[in-house]
């Protein structure tokens, strides 16, 4: 995997919104945050727009202009890292029409999670690392004094990769293993299953996470793991947080997401920081990650 140019003071940083639209004070945060850690903050055209589609849907712009600005951060001598604003639905509009060899070319940081996970999927098939971790509202809310914003700044300057450890569970399996990391949220990447730019594949050590998906319907991803013959192969599993499903039965969750992976012998870490919570921790995708599961603790050390 290609490890993009680590940033300098005065590199620029740009803020796009490639999905749903965000509020400007977080844009605001952002940029006061970017510049506070030494660098130019530089804004998409169309980062603050709105636009509405299918009466229920509402994006930055239309795909296009969404795609423009991504274009725009992509061949951008100044740009050296790309910050997406927010996640919300219209990323998988753009993968098709990234060019995947200008970007191994060129490669550039890009930082998201949730609906962003489907560019992540477009830099681990350009063979780019790139990092899963919270966007302009974590920024807004918390600055650059905080684990999370630490993290990301010590990973794009090249000083140092993480290593997590938490609790452990009373759903975890123990064991230990060596492997690529790849993930993000669940339901954006099963939608795309069987296509170039999938990324759960056998081998891998796959984290998971998503948000206002019921039991039934994370259960019914699983299945089609299972069924494609994905889900028995992984060399590990990390389960991050599932929020705001119906009665927000947590239990019921992860009891699930446990019996589904009963048959299989790979290490499975529960509970992790992981998702749309206000500690949503940064991985960076793409890198080997080593996870230890034992019955004190979990350990996750990420390795270039």
């Known amino acids: 995997m290609i490890i993009p140019p680590f940033l300098k003071p005065g590199d620029g940083v740009a803020i796009i919104s490639p999905?749903?639209?965000?509020?400007?004070?977080?844009?605001?945060?952002?940029?006061?945050?970017?510049?506070?850690?030494?660098?130019?903050?530089?804004?998409?055209?169309?980062?603050?727009?709105?636009?509405?589609?299918?009466?229920?849907?509402?994006?930055?712009?239309?795909?296009?202009?969404?795609?423009?600005?991504?274009?725009?951060?992509?061949?951008?001598?100044?740009?050296?890292?790309?910050?997406?604003?927010?996640?919300?639905?219209?990323?998988?509009?753009?993968?098709?029409?990234?060019?995947?060899?200008?970007?191994?070319?060129?490669?550039?940081?890009?930082?998201?999670?949730?609906?962003?996970?489907?560019?992540?999927?477009?830099?681990?098939?350009?063979?780019?690392?790139?990092?899963?971790?919270?966007?302009?509202?974590?920024?807004w809310l918390n600055g650059i004094d905080n684990e999370t914003s630490r993290i990301n700044y010590n990973v794009i300057t090249g000083s140092g990769l993480p290593t997590y450890t938490i609790a452990p569970h009373h759903h975890n399996r123990t064991g230990s293993a060596t492997a690529t990391i790849t993930g993000g949220n669940l339901a954006v990447l099963m939608g795309l299953l069987a296509t170039p730019f999938n990324i759960i594949k056998p081998g891998n050590i796959l984290f998971i996470e998503d948000v206002a998906e019921q039991v039934y319907q994370v259960q019914r991803l699983l299945y089609h793991l299972r069924l494609a013959g994905i889900l028995p192969r992984l060399a590990g599993l990390i389960v991050g947080q599932f929020t705001k499903h119906r009665g927000d039965d947590t239990s019921a969750m992860l009891d699930m997401i446990s019996d589904m992976v009963a048959p299989y012998s790979y290490p499975v870490a529960f509970n992790f920081h992981i998702g749309h919570v206000p500690r949503n921790v940064p991985i960076v995708e793409g890198t080997t990650a080593t996870l230890q599961v034992t019955a004190s603790a979990t350990t996750l050390a990420l390795n270039w």
């Open 19 to 139: 999905s749903g639209t965000v509020l400007s004070e977080r844009v605001d945060g952002a940029i006061n945050a970017i510049e506070q850690w030494g660098f130019h903050a530089i804004e998409g055209e169309h980062t603050r727009e709105q636009y509405h589609a299918y009466e229920v849907v509402t994006h930055s712009a239309p795909w296009q202009l969404r795609l423009d600005d991504l274009r725009w951060a992509l061949n951008d001598p100044q740009v050296k890292a790309i910050l997406c604003s927010r996640g919300g639905y219209g990323a998988v509009h753009l993968l098709e029409h990234i060019d995947l060899d200008a970007l191994a070319r060129n490669p550039k940081w890009i930082i998201g999670f949730s609906d962003i996970s489907a560019l992540h999927a477009a830099w681990h098939r350009a063979g780019v690392v790139s990092i899963h971790s919270p966007m302009a509202k974590h920024l």
